[in-house]
T-cell receptor, first 114, second 115 residues
Framework: RKEVEQDPGPFNVPEGATVAFNCTYS??????FFWYRQDCRKEPKLLMS???SGNEDGRFTAQLNRASQYISLLIRDSKLSDSATYLC???????????????FGKGTKLSVIP | DTGVSQDPRHKITKRGQNVTFRCDPI?????LYWYRQTLGQGPEFLTY????????KSRLLSDRFSAERPKGSFSTLEIQRTEQGDSAMYLC?????????????FGQGTRLTVV
């Protein structure tokens, strides 16, 4: 089982649609959780951190369920500029590792269509 | 520009040659990470440093790969006897001492093509 698993995608949605991404992680002792955004041929950049209480930033809402080891990202009223790959990232100690490290999912590609 | 910088941005090399990449982190950041990313995959952890100490190396990291951070500032990643399978984007990231919720800042990466 991969340490961090995401929806395989791609997601192709019309402008204005609501889209949800899901992510699960393997280590219940994981410390912190993030969504990063990566544009084509660019570096990943932090979109938002994810807290147990859930958090919202404009059109973006992130949720964490520690009991289910599940993270989600909801994008409302999607824009053309939201087209990118969304990476689920967990600060965890992977199996066999000696320390915590940022562990990335494979990413889910989103294309918002006019 | 006070962000993470990587050099070179692109490198094309022949199989069997050695290559070295450089990363300059954000100056006040203690931790420096190297990741590798191939097409359609998320970044894969390679190694990280806290100041000049290399604290973790991925079990997947071949002996042909070595990294240094001699003065706790910039870091180099060397790949010896490159193979076609080494072709990837190599990303460097830095953070302050990592506590819960710490953001990692990435450089623009070095894209390696082994021919």
């Amino acid at each position: 089982r991969k340490e961090v698993e995401q929806d395989p995608g791609p997601f192709n949605v019309p402008e204005g649609a609501t889209v949800a991404f899901n992510c699960t992680y393997s280590n219940s002792a994981s410390q912190s959780f993030f969504w990063y955004r990566q544009d084509c041929r660019k570096e990943p950049k932090l979109l938002m951190s994810v807290y147990s209480s859930g958090n919202e930033d404009g059109r973006f809402t992130a949720q964490l369920n520690r009991a289910s080891q599940y993270i989600s990202l909801l994008i409302r009223d999607s824009k053309l500029s939201d087209s990118a790959t969304y990476l689920c990232v967990v600060n965890m100690r992977p199996s066999g590792a000696g320390s915590y490290q940022l562990t990335f999912g494979k990413g889910t590609k989103l294309s918002v269509i006019p | 520009d006070t962000g993470v910088s990587q050099d070179p941005r692109h490198k094309i090399t022949k199989r069997g040659q050695n290559v070295t990449f450089r990363c300059d982190p954000i100056s006040e950041h203690n931790r420096l990470y190297w990741y590798r990313q191939t097409l359609g995959q998320g970044p894969e952890f390679l190694t990280y440093f806290q100041n000049e100490a290399q604290l973790e190396k991925s079990r997947l990291l071949s002996d042909r790969f070595s990294a240094e951070r001699p003065k706790g500032s910039f870091s180099t990643l060397e790949i010896q006897r490159t193979e076609q399978g080494d072709s990837a984007m190599y990303l460097c990231a830095s953070t302050p001492i990592q506590g819960a919720g710490t953001e990692a800042f990435f450089g623009q990466g070095t894209r390696l093509t082994v021919v």
